[in-house]
DNA sequence: AGAAATCGTGCAATCGCTTGCATAACTGAT
DNA sequence: ATCAGTTATGCAAGCGATTGCACGATTTCT
């Protein structure tokens, strides 16, 4: 069917382990049969069966991302799939397949199955997963999580973004700008990222706190800012946990004709595409979303090379100043 | 090591062969026989090693997704990774695996070799990598190609959105709003994707047509604008052939103080996330995302399982109003 | 009741490659 | 010239499943 690495053996006339070796590299071959093996590999357009490699070998040259997404958005969530990109890159580096799974049905079961059936030499995992059933069920196969888990913090192995300082961040610039009452805007307060970044901002807030909490939609951050915003005492800036938000507040300050920045200063977590393109450009608190997948996959592979034990990174986030929050001459 | 086949046939008193019939229940076994193994693989924990299987099968129980992503933007259009998710979904319920290979630095080299080592049993192609070379190196290995390829169109095996039709729906509908002159924004017109949208538009128009490329950029869409809408006899509508567009279009009419919908209508390909929440909100010219990615992967499965010929399937668009195009009371 | 067909299971070859061990050829030191 | 130490390559045993063939035990048919 098709060439195997004895057709290649045979008419380079030298053993198929003598084959093997020169793949692999790893012994030494004069170089007239090498290149007598390579010659027979051109002319035969010998590709090695990774399945045949990798059971004989005991490495699959794949690595797992596990992705837990009930629908389509949570799939593309910009976050993940710029992460992916990365992750990709790196693997393709080390000669390595990346798979991605979904294991939004049945967590567990994705991930025991990955690993057991031999399918990926590595994880990486979403930080939802993290439970100390599936720590002891991975034992010690290589795995990193990507962003904090809210369990076992430094039990596990993980590589996040500051979102502490990403807050911290915000509100000085926000301070810096000359804002008095900076609230927070938006987010699932149950989620380990909301909740961090919201620890962020009390801690850098100086005088009263004010957390808006959203439901994830531009529809719902809207209609909690109106009533707020036509107080008095209204804040005069927000940190807005992520895009949507910021876009209800957008669309809020439009409606009750309040003007960004001079009376209105928003900052906002994760670049996204559009945001410089708002009206006015957002402020935002980026997270280096290359750096993290690169970062994360680049220690998935010190892991699966070494065996080396638990490590946790935190990667800073950066302020990205427009004018949704510039009211002070430069 | 791990728990093997044999392993579990020793406790169960059989022979492994058996044991692989009760696994892939592909052979006669009495429901007894099937309990002690069954019972036996609980115990020890057993999970075939996939590798193995695959070698054994002649089937790796995987395909390939093929991206041609420069930059971590291009990787994670929205188009791109919401389609992956259907695309996964189908998979999983298939027990397939979904590798993602990113083929931008050697389009055939990634490609030939996940065929040829055996990686995946079938690939879904993006429309750029498709040329007579590629299609000979593939031969008969199932795939399906994403998008329309600009070459071989009848000679390829494809799942797309119907474009033309997506742009004719958008240019009826901003004349049934009593828009008179419509012109075309965006795109790379050597793009397959946008020469179709722009064929459809020409083809609906009545009257006059202009055509304005851009960059793919909201500033160069902003500026390219700019003098056009101060002209006198300036378009009152436009068909944008992105997001990215439409908010240069946005920009610029608000720059302008052109009033939408009364003085200008707006429609969009493509629903991102956002485009509800643009002031106005767009109307869209909406790509079943899920459906393509769904479609897609159930066509490849097809052409894996009976080895079917090529088939070209064309998906409606939808129209989805909102008020940047709706200057007529309902 | 005897022949034929079917059922349930075991045996062993096979998938295509890797790798430890063995060996022959060559190098260089004494 | 002898012996130890390399170097280059072959041999064959795995890796962990699948599967065609064989064969005894049942069931079905006439």
Redesign the pocket.
Known sequence: ??V???DVAKLA??????V??V??G?????Q??KDRVYTAMKELDFH??SL??S???GLCGAIGVVVDARDAEAFSNFFFSRSLFAIEQVAQEKGYQVIIANGAQSKGRTIENLMKERKVDGLILPPTTVNPSLMETIGDFPYVVLGTPDTLRGATCWVDNNNEQGSDLAVHHLQEQGYQHIAYLGGNQKRGFTIRRVRGYKKAITGGELVIPTDGTTENAYSALLEILEKKDRPDAFVCNDNMAAFGLLKACRKLKIQIPSEMGIVAFDNYPLAEYTDPPLTIVDIDTGMLGDQTAQLLFRRIDKRCGNQQIMLSTNLIVRESSERLAK
Do not use: D, F
């Open positions: 069917m098709a195997t690495i004895s006339g030298v053993n198929s382990s003598t093997s070796r793949i692999n790893k012994a030494s071959i004069t007239e049969t090695p069966n045949a490699r059971l004989a070998s």
